[in-house]
């Protein structure tokens, strides 16, 4: 479970750590500006990092911004197996142009430190051996060099790292081809495609729930299906009508649709294959007012872990008053500050207490 | 959102019974937690009555699957509650309106109850299992005036279970 999520020198962010509650769904609100996204983005990295070997180069690509030329730390804590590991990432500018390296990497678990990395220095510690040091040449973010031994708790921090998806969807960027060995859905869940696809072929149990909730979405769909195309590419389609059947191809589902199938294909996922840790940058975009509250409950039912940013009163009326947290910016020179809601005086209505900019300092 | 079919709408008073409700919804099983809708708060005791009066009671003469929980602080006055209760609410809707609350508020509740962590566990925990058995927290003398109104309120939902076990 994600418990800690740390930027430092990146946006508006010069030194801010957000802290999730412990509920295991969490709401994230703010007026425009406050941050909410570019937190999104911060974990979108790190995740990346997991899920296959990159340089800083590499992933500083995922950014809308360039990295601070004195460094932006990424940094993370976790609730893994009943330790608590934090790892912090610094990246900065290289002297070589358009060129990013690795300034430092940490990772303590329950506050004890056992690896860092200091540019090319490597140290880190070996149960039963000590500390060792490598020095080497350029090395993926969150790996040690190749020809060392792997800690443990490394491995876990990366493979819950891999199960951390960061989803600011853009519907028109969801297409209907799903291409083979593609397995992550995209921060715009351009791989929703893929994504769907790679779940039901490896978790054919996953069918089942998702198309069930396909069907409570969305009135009228029966199923989906998938024609295969040269090269390896899958076409996803919907179909609806029992009688008079109509076939739609994912890209070409509404928006609000779009959505429904993302959310089912996640909801799968985690009953099948979690848990996650979802992070959903406004989940109630692009879907009608009646529909919300019940998506958005769908969401809160799966096992894992759900956090959201919204603006939305149907959204903050689904979610308590010890799940929500509030990010507070005063103008565009200021940090943001992040408090809980239940920390502040909002009288007996917190959605009314928004509209009237009341809950804002 | 379907008007053709059952549908529970909760009417929390405030933001901490609000939180109750959150609770109490998250621990029902899917089938029921997909039916309850959450509505606005109120934001007074007073204000969900009107509430009631001019926008849920004539939803319900409309839509006959369409259910009720208001859920108030009966601020220490539950023959209050009752008689307005009587009063206001017309004898063709009475099966499918129930009130629900504190006797003093949520607060004072949970401290009386001992359980200091938020608001949304304690509706959790209230409510958890409610369908077979009832928390013995309901026997506390903050909760126990409400025993009859759930007992009504689960055979509806149980109705609704085997139903939709059925179809």
């Given at each position: 479970m994600l418990r800690e999520l740390g930027l430092i020198r990146y946006r508006c962010f010069e030194r801010f750590a957000l802290e999730v509650p412990e509920s295991r769904n969490t709401l994230i609100i703010g007026k425009n500006g406050s941050g909410k996204s570019t937190l999104a983005q911060g974990l979108n990295l790190l995740s990346l990092a997991a899920r296959e070997p990159q340089t800083a180069t590499h992933l500083a690509n995922s950014l809308v911004t360039p990295i601070d030329p004195n460094g932006t730390i990424f940094m993370v804590g976790a609730d893994l197996g009943g330790q608590r590991v934090d790892y912090f990432l610094s990246l900065q500018p290289s002297s070589a142009a358009g060129r990013l390296e690795i300034l430092f990497e940490q990772l303590f678990v329950d506050s004890l430190e056992f690896f860092h990395r200091a540019g090319r220095e490597i140290t880190y510690w070996k149960p039963g051996v000590g500390w060792n040091n490598i020095a080497s040449a350029e090395v993926p973010v969150l790996?040690?060099?190749?020809d060392s031994p792997e800690i443990e708790v490394f491995n876990q921090l990366r493979s819950w790292l891999k199960r951390v998806i960061v989803i600011s969807p853009?519907?028109?960027?969801?297409?209907e081809f799903a291409e083979d060995g593609v397995q992550s859905l995209g921060?715009?869940?351009?791989?929703l495609a893929s994504f769907y696809q790679s779940l039901i072929a490896t978790k054919p149990r996953a069918y089942e729930i998702f198309i069930n909730k396909l069907r409570a979405f969305i009135p009228g769909v029966v199923e989906t299906d998938s024609v295969s195309f040269p090269g390896g590419r899958k076409l996803v389609r919907v179909i609806f009508g029992r009688d008079q059947k109509l076939t739609i191809p994912l890209k070409e589902l509404s928006d609000g649709e779009k959505m429904y199938f993302l959310a089912a294909t996640l909801i799968a996922a985690q009953d099948v294959d979690g848990p996650f840790t979802i992070f959903w940058?406004?989940?109630?975009?692009?879907?009608s007012l009646d529909a919300i509250q019940t998506f958005i409950q769908a969401l809160r039912q799966t096992k894992g872990q759900f956090i959201a940013t919204s603006h939305n009163a149907e959204t903050i009326n689904a979610f308590a008053t010890d799940e929500i947290l509030v990010l507070q910016r005063e103008n565009y020179l200021s940090e943001p500050t992040m408090k809980r809601?239940?920390?502040?005086?909002?009288?007996?209505d917190l959605v009314q207490a928004l509209r009237l900019g009341e809950v804002y300092e | 959102m379907n008007k053709y079919q059952f549908a529970l709408l909760v009417v929390p008073e405030d933001q901490a019974n609000k939180d109750l409700v959150i609770g109490a919804r998250d621990s029902q099983p899917n089938t029921i937690q997909n039916k309850i809708r959450i509505e606005p708060v109120p934001g007074g005791r007073d204000e969900v009555w009107t509430a009631t009066i001019h926008d849920y009671l004539p939803r319900l003469e409309r839509y006959e699957r369409w259910h009720l929980v208001l859920v108030i602080d009966h601020d220490a006055d539950v023959p209050k509650i009752q008689q307005h209760f009587d009063e206001l609410i017309p004898q063709s809707l009475k099966s499918r309106v129930w009130v629900l609350g504190c006797r003093s508020e949520p607060e004072s509740c949970r401290s009386r109850l001992g359980r200091p962590g938020p608001l949304r566990e304690l509706g959790s925990e209230l409510f958890n299992s409610c369908m077979t058995q009832l928390s013995p927290?309901?026997?506390h003398n903050e909760l126990n005036h409400n025993k009859a109104q759930l007992e009504s309120l689960r055979k509806t939902l149980q109705n609704l279970i085997d139903q939709e076990k059925g179809s």
């Amino acid at each position: 479970m994600l418990r800690e999520l740390g930027l430092i020198r990146y946006r508006c962010f010069e030194r801010f750590a957000l802290e999730v509650p412990e509920s295991r769904n969490t709401l994230i609100i703010g007026k425009n500006g406050s941050g909410k996204s570019t937190l999104a983005q911060g974990l979108n990295l790190l995740s990346l990092a997991a899920r296959e070997p990159q340089t800083a180069t590499h992933l500083a690509n995922s950014l809308v911004t360039p990295i601070d030329p004195n460094g932006t730390i990424f940094m993370v804590g976790a609730d893994l197996g009943g330790q608590r590991v934090d790892y912090f990432l610094s990246l900065q500018p290289s002297s070589a142009a358009g060129r990013l390296e690795i300034l430092f990497e940490q990772l303590f678990v329950d506050s004890l430190e056992f690896f860092h990395r200091a540019g090319r220095e490597i140290t880190y510690w070996k149960p039963g051996v000590g500390w060792n040091n490598i020095a080497s040449a350029e090395v993926p973010v969150l790996a040690l060099a190749p020809d060392s031994p792997e800690i443990e708790v490394f491995n876990q921090l990366r493979s819950w790292l891999k199960r951390v998806i960061v989803i600011s969807p853009a519907p028109q960027q969801i297409g209907e081809f799903a291409e083979d060995g593609v397995q992550s859905l995209g921060v715009h869940g351009e791989h929703l495609a893929s994504f769907y696809q790679s779940l039901i072929a490896t978790k054919p149990r996953a069918y089942e729930i998702f198309i069930n909730k396909l069907r409570a979405f969305i009135p009228g769909v029966v199923e989906t299906d998938s024609v295969s195309f040269p090269g390896g590419r899958k076409l996803v389609r919907v179909i609806f009508g029992r009688d008079q059947k109509l076939t739609i191809p994912l890209k070409e589902l509404s928006d609000g649709e779009k959505m429904y199938f993302l959310a089912a294909t996640l909801i799968a996922a985690q009953d099948v294959d979690g848990p996650f840790t979802i992070f959903w940058d406004e989940p109630d975009h692009y879907l009608s007012l009646d529909a919300i509250q019940t998506f958005i409950q769908a969401l809160r039912q799966t096992k894992g872990q759900f956090i959201a940013t919204s603006h939305n009163a149907e959204t903050i009326n689904a979610f308590a008053t010890d799940e929500i947290l509030v990010l507070q910016r005063e103008n565009y020179l200021s940090e943001p500050t992040m408090k809980r809601v239940s920390e502040l005086d909002y009288g007996r209505d917190l959605v009314q207490a928004l509209r009237l900019g009341e809950v804002y300092e | 959102m379907n008007k053709y079919q059952f549908a529970l709408l909760v009417v929390p008073e405030d933001q901490a019974n609000k939180d109750l409700v959150i609770g109490a919804r998250d621990s029902q099983p899917n089938t029921i937690q997909n039916k309850i809708r959450i509505e606005p708060v109120p934001g007074g005791r007073d204000e969900v009555w009107t509430a009631t009066i001019h926008d849920y009671l004539p939803r319900l003469e409309r839509y006959e699957r369409w259910h009720l929980v208001l859920v108030i602080d009966h601020d220490a006055d539950v023959p209050k509650i009752q008689q307005h209760f009587d009063e206001l609410i017309p004898q063709s809707l009475k099966s499918r309106v129930w009130v629900l609350g504190c006797r003093s508020e949520p607060e004072s509740c949970r401290s009386r109850l001992g359980r200091p962590g938020p608001l949304r566990e304690l509706g959790s925990e209230l409510f958890n299992s409610c369908m077979t058995q009832l928390s013995p927290l309901w026997d506390h003398n903050e909760l126990n005036h409400n025993k009859a109104q759930l007992e009504s309120l689960r055979k509806t939902l149980q109705n609704l279970i085997d139903q939709e076990k059925g179809s």
